[in-house]
């Protein structure tokens, strides 16, 4: 970013691009625990499923460089090593162990509400200081809160479903 850019952020951008590498890391582990429980789903509604959660991989994946763009326009670097995002993340990664497309719901959703809350946290740090880290941190969020929902209502149908079978 240009040097006025950089100027007018009125935080600590350290820490702000500590944060922002920890999401990007989030991100990544996101992806790919979408991109490989949707190759692995079995059991009922399976195609609905498989569509939703390939739909979210190529979200997350989205807001992967929506974070990298930030990073480099506040003179950050971002992570460069795979490895280091176990160290960085803060939500973690559930390895789909179990196929089941209600366990891998679960597994996503939970990822989901930690990233609502990782974005709240992000968007309230720079609420002040950065209106374009904000703007940023808000759309992601909103993604966040819809994919939430989106695998909230699958959940839903399924039980309603086996339900009435
Ligand atoms: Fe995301
Ligand atoms: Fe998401
Ligand atoms: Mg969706």
């Not at 968007?123 to 703007?135: A, E, I, L, M, Q």
Request: aromatic fraction near 8%.
């Amino acid at each position: 970013m240009g040097t006025k850019g950089r100027e007018i952020v009125g935080v600590d951008v350290k820490k702000l691009i500590g944060m922002l590498n920890s999401a990007l890391s989030d991100e990544w582990l996101a992806y790919y625990q979408y991109w490989i429980g949707a190759k692995v789903a079995q059991g009922p509604m399976k195609d609905g499923v498989v569509s939703e959660l390939e739909q979210h991989a190529t979200e997350e994946l989205g807001h992967a460089l929506l974070l990298v763009e930030r990073i480099l326009q506040l003179g950050g670097k971002p992570v460069l090593e795979p490895k280091e995002w176990y160290d960085l993340t803060g939500c973690g990664y559930d390895a789909p162990k179990n196929f089941d497309v209600r366990k891998l719901l679960v597994q996503n959703i939970k990822g989901e509400q930690c990233a609502i809350m990782s974005y709240k946290k992000l968007s309230d740090f720079v609420k002040d200081g950065d209106p374009v880290t904000y703007n940023m941190a808000v759309q992601i969020m909103t993604d966040e809160i819809e994919h939430e929902e989106d695998l909230q209502a699958l959940q839903e149908d399924l039980k309603m479903m086996l339900k009435r079978s």
